[in-house]
């Protein structure tokens, strides 16, 4: 039975990060333990928050873990909140996939052109090394300007300056690159390059009006979950954006959407594709 380890923060009150990846993942049988990088009373933009810093505790749990010898078939890293903690994770991370685990970054640190708030350029170098040790990056566009070094362009690129950008990721290290919420010469679409089939591949989507949070690590669950699966990366990438869509969809009548996407009522829409 294959085994996965979430790095990520945990949210008391809202169902992002940690707390939207650990049932879909249970629900698609594999079971998933957890790093957390801090405990987070609810998602920021309820405008007050406070925040538990868990650096401590990563730096005493990773030895004890190395001592007993668990060993996990993937990693999957999220935000993290200082350097000691990137460089901590990419430590494990290289010593993991030397044993044969499969690493997933998702460099979380911006969207919309911008850095998250507590977000500094020293973090970015450090995401850059975290993708170094990547089997796959999972970048929005956004990220995926910061971890290139080019400009964010708010109307989207060429085909070919897609492939540029994706290029650029994988010379930091990544096998294989996917990036979210892309325009494409004027289309909403996902772009990956795909290292074992050797090939870029587009897909369509549309986009749906309000800011669902916690789509994000829907996506990266679902993607994670069927890539371990068997599943090509273009055809779980397909796979993950029509739940997140389906997801949303059933969720329209939420009127807290800081909260995140009730995943538990929509499990069964995994099971239907």
Not at 60 to 87: S, Y
Not at 103 to 108: E, F, L, M, N, S
Not at 132 to 158: D, K
């Amino acid at each position: 039975m294959k085994k996965i380890l979430l790095v990520n923060d945990i949210a008391g009150y809202g169902k992002v990060g940690m707390a939207a990846m650990l049932p879909i993942l249970s629900y698609m049988g594999i079971p998933a333990f957890n790093l957390p990088t801090a405990l987070v009373s609810n998602t920021l933009d309820y405008g007050d928050f406070t925040m538990l810093d868990t650096t401590d505790y990563m730096r005493r749990t990773i030895p004890v873990w190395q001592r007993l010898g668990f060993h996990f078939d993937a990693v999957c890293t999220g935000l993290m909140f200082n350097p000691e903690q990137a460089k901590l994770v990419a430590g494990f991370c290289r010593s993991q996939a030397e044993q044969g685990c499969t690493i997933y970054v998702d460099p979380v640190m911006a969207d919309g052109g911008h850095l998250y708030n507590g977000i500094t350029q020293e973090q970015v170098r450090l995401m850059r090394e975290m993708v170094g040790v990547a089997h796959l990056t999972i970048p929005n566009y956004t990220e995926a300007c910061y971890l290139a070094g080019v400009p964010f362009r708010s109307e989207g690129v060429s085909r070919d300056e897609a492939c540029r950008l994706l290029d650029s990721i994988v010379a930091l290290g990544a096998r294989s690159a996917l990036i979210t919420s892309c325009i494409v010469d004027g289309r909403n679409q996902v772009c990956g390059y795909d290292a074992e089939a050797r090939h870029y591949f587009f897909l369509d989507y549309e986009e749906i009006p309000g800011l669902f949070h916690g789509t994000g690590d829907i996506f990266s669950a679902v993607l994670i979950g069927s890539l371990m699966g068997g599943q090509t990366l273009a055809d779980a990438t397909r796979r993950a954006m029509d739940v997140v869509s389906r997801m949303i969809d059933r969720n329209r009548d939420v009127t807290d959407l800081c909260c995140g996407i009730f995943i538990e009522r929509c499990l069964d829409i995994l099971g239907d594709i």
